[in-house]
């Protein structure tokens, strides 16, 4: 039996480690939410766990299946970064497996924006006379899943921007030749970020001109689905991008197409970056990287359509060359990489 309660102080502690736990899964669980779980008797953790894999099983699975004495849990409090499904997806509902071991309480950092669950979990647990509590750390929470409810709420991919410029402001030379703008840390880290995004787009300028392979190489972790915009289907079949390596999407206006794991895909003439986000949506891919060039990068500014940019600002200078696009909002966090200032800035929109 459980004999203190816990304090607003340790309910703080305990869906902290959750928060922490639930970062582990960045990069690998993408379209579902990044999920931590602690379940904690008489003060002490008696099991945790986070949501591994996508298709694999959930935070709440995870913690309970690590409780070595499971006669505990009905006198035990479980915390949990978001709300526990309460539908069949890929694996069970989570708030019956809770229900079923008679937890006692259930603390809740936010509640699911998806449709499927949004409440109706909560309501399940409180139904079987579990106490529920949310809220806490949820504004972190919503953060750490950003991707998730952006996706939920707004209809289309989280939004990343990054470019790289010269310390007088250029993001390429006039003849599209950037090489090496950042250092060598930076773009290990841009690597990183790779790793953590669901897709990664570029223009037919950069993909013409820098012969990008859009992949994962210094860091460990999955390729983001490639993309590249091509609209009269002029880019050499030559490049990394049609090497049919990874997954790639070329939109175009000409035709539809699959080769491998090649796919040319059919817009309206005229199409927007609305019709690729939306395409985007529909296939349920959570989050968008955008590297460039500096046209497209404008357009999503100008747009609106986006929702965080990461800037490296190097240490050499062009004199001349084509002018690294402007953010309308000032940075809200900066640090130095060796010499690079990297700046984060993020749409409030």
Request: net charge positive; aromatic share 8%; with cysteine.
């Amino acid at each position: 039996m459980e004999k203190n309660r816990l304090t607003p102080a340790q309910d703080l502690l305990f869906m902290r480690r959750a928060l922490d736990l639930a970062s582990l899964g960045q990069g690998k669980v993408s379209p579902n939410p990044l999920v931590g779980c602690v379940i904690v008797h008489n003060g002490l953790v008696i099991g945790e766990g986070y949501h591994e894999q996508y298709g694999q099983a959930h935070a709440e699975v995870n913690a309970i299946a690590r409780v070595n004495d499971k006669e505990l849990l009905p006198f035990s409090t479980l915390y949990v970064t978001l709300e526990p499904c309460a539908h069949h997806g890929k694996t069970p509902p989570c708030a019956d497996l809770v229900v079923r071991h008679q937890l006692k309480r259930v603390v809740i950092g936010a509640v699911d924006s998806n449709p499927l669950v949004g409440g109706k979990g909560i309501t399940k647990l409180e139904k079987a006379g579990i106490r529920v509590e949310t809220g806490i750390l949820e504004k972190e929470i919503r953060y750490q899943n950003r991707r998730f409810f952006t996706q939920m709420e707004k209809g289309r991919p989280f939004i990343l921007l990054k470019w790289a410029q010269t310390r007088d402001g250029f993001i390429a030379r006039s003849n599209y030749d950037s090489k090496w703008i950042s250092n060598p840390l930076s773009r290990q880290l841009v690597h990183r970020w790779r790793a953590e995004e669901s897709s990664i787009l570029v223009g037919t300028n950069t993909a013409h001109y820098d012969n990008p392979q859009l992949t994962v190489r210094d860091w460990t972790g999955k390729n983001p689905l490639r993309l590249v915009i091509d609209r009269q289907l002029r880019l050499s079949p030559s490049l990394k991008l049609f090497d049919d390596s990874q997954p790639t999407l070329i939109y175009n206006q000409k035709q539809d197409k699959i080769t491998g794991q090649t796919q040319w895909v059919r817009l309206d003439p005229g199409f927007t970056l609305k019709s690729i986000l939306e395409d985007l949506h529909q296939r349920n891919i959570q989050s968008l990287m955008v590297e460039g060039g500096a046209a497209l990068l404008r357009d999503f500014i100008g747009q609106g359509l986006w929702d965080e940019a990461r800037v490296f600002t190097g240490t050499s200078r062009f004199g001349l060359g084509i002018p690294a696009p402007m953010l309308p909002v000032y940075p809200t966090e900066q640090i130095m990489l060796d010499q690079d200032l990297l700046q984060t800035y993020t749409n409030h929109e």
